[in-house]
């Protein structure tokens, strides 16, 4: 870990990028100059957690797909799709 910062802070070289690097890596210094390792601090809970009912799935279109269920949406973008590209015809724009 030491190595990543000492290239980092050779590369960027400010101040700024000393503070950055020791947030990054959870690394403070101390009164005395030692590093110490400080984790950090547990994300706070709201107090209320909201409760999910995973026992019944609720989108019926996964039971009920067939290769016809999004034929419409299929069609209607259908002329927005480019051709496939052959060899023997060159590159044109799509027509509009």
């Known amino acids: ?3 990543v910062q000492r290239h980092l802070l050779n590369k ?3 101040p ?3 503070s950055l690097v020791q947030r990054l890596s959870g690394e403070v210094k101390s ?3 030692q590093p110490t390792n400080t ?4 994300p706070e809970s709201s107090g ?3 409760s999910s009912d995973n026992t019944s799935y609720k989108a019926k279109e996964y039971y009920g797909y067939n290769p016809y ?6 069609k209607d973008m259908s002329k927005f799709r480019n051709p496939q590209p052959s060899k023997y015809s060159p590159l044109q724009p799509p027509k509009q």
Not at 39 to 42: M, Q, V
């Open 1 to 3: 870990m030491f190595s």
């Open 31 to 33: 009164g005395d100059g």
């Open 69 to 74: 269920s999004f034929y419409d949406i299929d």
């Open 16 to 18: 700024i990028s000393i």
């Open 12 to 14: 960027v070289n400010k």
């Open 39 to 42: 984790p950090p601090p547990p």
């Open 48 to 50: 209320s957690e909201v």
